[in-house]
């Protein structure tokens, strides 16, 4: 499999699904890991949106520790997971203000029109997450590191 083809199904993949699995690092609990599940959506360049609560687990564990990743894996493949298509964005996080933030929530609108009112609550935020490098596993003997550029370049 070639590397373009490979970026393109982990894009497909990612534009397609609609939540994955959030991973921070416990402010509480000695930085162990913790998974939270979040609904998601692209934006233009490759980062990633998610709107969440500062009443939140992860919310707590994102302002201690930014790094983070969003598994997101293929829903369809229910049945047998461990041959799914999946792929981790690795990234940073970092709450949205001002002008990002409009474009945030439009792109998080777009996707979960019922959200708005959840969104408008004064505990919610949009988050962008600042991807890094994305793993990708589309099957046995397809698996790649793909960094920021690349990344980028094939959501346009």
């Known amino acids: 499999m070639t590397e373009s083809s490979q970026i393109h199904d982990a894009r497909a993949l990612f534009d397609r ?3 994955g699995t959030l991973c921070t690092a416990s ?20 980062d990633v949106v ?3 609560s ?9 302002l ?11 829903s369809a493949a229910s049945e047998r997971p461990w041959t799914a298509a999946r792929l981790s964005v690795m990234a940073r996080a970092e ?12 792109a998080y609108f777009e996707r979960f029109p019922s959200s708005r009112t959840i969104a408008s609550m004064p505990d919610f935020a949009p988050w962008r997450l600042r991807v890094e490098q994305v793993r990708w596993v589309g099957g046995f003997a397809n698996a790649a590191w793909i960094d920021r550029e690349p990344w980028a370049d094939a959501s346009r």
Do not use: F, M
């Open 17 to 19: 699904e609609r939540h």
């Open 27 to 46: 402010a509480d609990h000695e930085g162990w890991p913790y998974g939270s599940l979040v609904p998601y959506a692209p934006l233009p360049g490759g």
């Open 50 to 52: 998610v709107v969440i």
């Open 54 to 62: 500062t009443l939140a687990e992860h919310t707590r564990n994102v």
């Open 64 to 74: 201690k520790e930014p790094r983070v990743t969003l598994l997101v894996a293929d």
């Open 95 to 106: 709450r949205l203000e001002g002008a990002a933030r409009g474009e945030a929530l439009a």
